[in-house]
T-cell receptor, first 116, second 116 residues
């Protein structure tokens, strides 16, 4: 089975500084990787995905992620953090669940706090 | 708005009650999912439906009963729940077949369930 790991429960960053939220993956075959964000009492919002192609993927709200095959990582980045970026971030990998269906397997999440 | 709606947004029920959660997707997707999100636990996949057929049941207790009458609607019927079932229940949809496949899942806002 495919899996992802988010090694940090919490990341704190000052407003205006660059931010990185880490994710590593373990897959057999080519990985399909995703980042989601969740604001309090809301559902998950899709930010970006890596399927194939360029290792640097750009997504919503100025976020980007770098796919690194040798390090099996897919870290989320943003050049300049905003207070409004404070939320819970999830990394996910697509996994085959049988009978022609797929599922997303999520990491445990990283809470990002941007300090004014 | 992600194109996935859930009702009700909040639900308080006693352990002997019967209630249902409703999810509707307006995206024309072929697959729909139920997830459970508890405090301090990873997102748990409960059920997967693909073209109205249930293809995954992750050892969910029988007090949770899903129903998918068509590819746009998904229900989760609840009966004789336990306090530990209190959580945020999230519905999602995706298109993972055909020419319009996108791979990512789109989530509804969730139903906050409290079992007393």
């Amino acid at each position: 089975a495919q899996s992802v790991a988010q090694p940090e429960d919490q990341v704190n960053v000052a407003e205006g500084n660059p931010l990185t939220v880490k994710c590593t993956y373990s897959v057999s075959g080519n990985p399909y990787l995703f980042w989601y964000v969740q604001y309090p009492n809301r559902g998950l919002q899709f930010l970006l995905k890596y399927i194939t192609g360029d290792n640097l993927v750009k997504g919503s709200y100025g976020f980007e992620a770098e796919f690194n095959k040798s390090q099996t990582s897919f870290h989320l980045k943003k050049p300049s953090a905003l207070v409004s970026d404070s939320a819970l971030y999830f990394c996910a990998v697509r996994d085959y669940s049988g009978a022609g269906s797929y599922q997303l397997t999520f990491g445990k999440g990283t809470k990002l706090s941007v300090i004014p | 708005e992600t194109g996935v709606t859930q009702t009700p947004r909040h639900l308080v029920m006693g352990m002997t009650n019967k209630k249902s959660l409703k999810c509707e997707q307006h995206l024309g997707h072929n697959a729909m999912y139920w997830y459970k999100q508890s405090a301090k636990k990873p997102l748990e996949l409960m059920f997967v439906y693909n073209f109205k057929e249930q293809t995954e049941n992750n050892s969910v207790p029988s007090r949770f009963s899903p129903e998918c009458p068509n590819s746009s609607h998904l229900f989760l019927h609840l009966h004789t729940l336990q306090p530990e079932d209190s959580a945020l229940y999230l519905c999602a949809s995706s298109q993972d077949r055909g020419t319009a496949l996108t791979y990512e899942q789109y989530f509804g806002p969730g139903t906050r369930l409290t079992v007393t």
